[in-house]
T-cell receptor, first 109, second 114 residues
Framework: GQQVMQIPQYQHVQEGEDFTTYCNSSTTLSNIQWYKQRPGGHPVFLIQ?????EVKKQKRLTFQFGEAKKNSSLHITATQTTDVGTYFC?????????FGTGTSLTVIP | DGGITQSPKYLFRKEGQNVTLSCEQN?????MYWYRQDPGQGLRLIYY???????QKGDIAEGYSVSREKKESFPLTVTSAQKNPTAFYLC?????????????FGSGTQLSVL
């Protein structure tokens, strides 16, 4: 079956440093979605990328979809304590959403 | 407010016991899903339903059962056959089951074994 891997699994950064998480799929994805889960909370949809090579920005967050549509990345510039949480990518395939393993971000004030 | 409501927030299961987790949505969404979340393993799909009275197994359906008798409700039963049920269970819905639909999640149920 399809597998979606994310690296790193954990990341600790000083407040103000940048952060990047990478998502890799074993198969080509029709699109990629990103979700954020705050500690003790539930995943919340952030964004969807559809086109090969697509780049989207949300304030300090930059999302990128690979040319082959098998990988994606989320980059956060100048992290803040509000960025703390686990970031998941999700690759819809057919009738199912396959979630990545997630990257847990800790921001040290 | 529209949303997805999961109950209870915490649930304890005794050995050999079946327990049922509730999931209700008032978003008028057709599709509903159950995911299991274990630390460091992301979200794994248990069951999903595209329409009332129809549901499909996900990757880890063994030891679980569901029903979809009403559009707004998709309860999950964790049976005694599920030998390692301790996990955080998340219910989600989407408008349809199209590939470009985003998921809305409930606040989750933490299930533990006594």
């Amino acid at each position: 079956g399809q597998q979606v891997m994310q690296i790193p699994q954990y990341q600790h950064v000083q407040e103000g440093e940048d952060f990047t998480t990478y998502c890799n799929s074993s198969t080509t994805l029709s699109n990629i979605q990103w979700y954020k889960q705050r500690p003790g909370g539930h995943p919340v949809f952030l964004i969807q990328l559809v086109k090969s090579g697509e780049v989207k920005k949300q304030k300090r967050l930059t999302f990128q979809f690979g040319e082959a549509k098998k990988n994606s990345s989320l980059h956060i510039t100048a992290t803040q304590t509000t960025d703390v949480g686990t970031y998941f990518c999700a690759g819809p395939t057919g009738n199912q959403f396959y979630f990545g393993t997630g990257t847990s971000l800790t921001v040290i004030p | 407010d529209g949303g997805i409501t999961q109950s209870p927030k915490y649930l304890f299961r005794k050995e050999g016991q079946n327990v049922t987790l509730s999931c209700e949505q008032n978003l008028n969404h057709d599709a509903m899903y159950w995911y299991r979340q274990d630390p460091g393993q992301g979200l794994r799909l248990i069951y999903y339903s595209q329409i009332v009275n129809d549901f499909q197994k996900g990757d880890i359906a063994e030891g679980y059962s569901v029903s979809r008798e009403k559009k707004e409700s998709f309860p999950l039963t964790v049976t005694s056959a599920q030998k390692n049920p301790t996990a955080f269970y998340l219910c989600a819905s989407s408008l349809t089951q199209g590939y470009d639909e985003k998921l809305f999640f409930g606040s989750g149920t933490q299930l533990s074994v006594l």
